[in-house]
């Protein structure tokens, strides 16, 4: 059975154009328990120019967070590059895992930092070494030393901050859930495309 019960229904992939709602060039979003004060704009200039994603702590196991963000990226049609040494040879929804940013041979937009605190100097150090253009710390990590290096170095870089809920957020995608998202227009809102 499908959705409401219907046989055979299925949840197509969304393919219309998606835009960014009130995404204007002053507003930012300072969400209660994150740290840093990002523009919305810059937010979703970077999840619209961004196609590779290096999930940098993705695990092999469906009921970790970062489990859950490599679906929902995948479904939103980037593609997504499992990064875990203890992982590596597995798959993860069929994508095999490699070991280290630098096995990646193709150009990287965004490292995605599911790992401690203590392990983001090195990843940001790679990150630059590659040639990776933005590196996003998942909620609940920060380490500004490392995030200043890799800001001199050229990196975006993007503390404490989920991928998975700032897409929702900024393409109006929550609110269908009742979840306030800092955006308010009497237009009915449309998906964010890339």
């Known amino acids: 059975m499908g959705l409401n019960g219907a046989v055979g229904a299925t949840i197509a992939p969304v393919t219309a154009p998606i835009s ?3 995404a204007a060039d002053d507003s930012s979003c300072a969400v209660p ?3 840093g004060s990002y523009r919305d704009e810059d937010l979703a200039d970077i999840l619209r120019r ?3 994603v290096a999930m940098v702590g993705a695990s092999t196991n469906p009921i970790r967070p970062s489990s859950f963000v490599f679906k929902y990226l995948t479904r939103k049609g980037y593609h997504v590059i499992p990064v875990n040494p203890m992982a590596m040879g597995q798959e993860i929804l069929g994508v095999p895992v490699v070991g280290d940013l630098r096995d990646i041979k193709e150009p990287i937009d965004v490292v995605d930092v599911f790992r401690r605190h203590d392990a983001v100097p090195g990843i940001v150090d790679t990150a630059i070494e590659v040639g990776a253009k933005v590196v996003w710390l998942q909620l609940g990590i920060r380490h ?3 995030a200043a290096r890799g800001e001199a170095a050229g990196l975006t870089v993007i503390q404490d901050r989920c991928m998975k809920i700032e897409y929702g957020r900024l393409s109006g995608e929550l609110a269908w859930n009742g979840i306030e998202g800092d955006i308010i227009s009497s237009r009915r809102q449309r ?3 890339r």
């Open 20 to 22: 960014f709602v009130n």
């Open 33 to 35: 328990g994150t740290w």
């Open 50 to 52: 961004s196609r590779t």
């Open 144 to 146: 500004p030393e490392a």
């Open 191 to 193: 998906l964010l495309t």
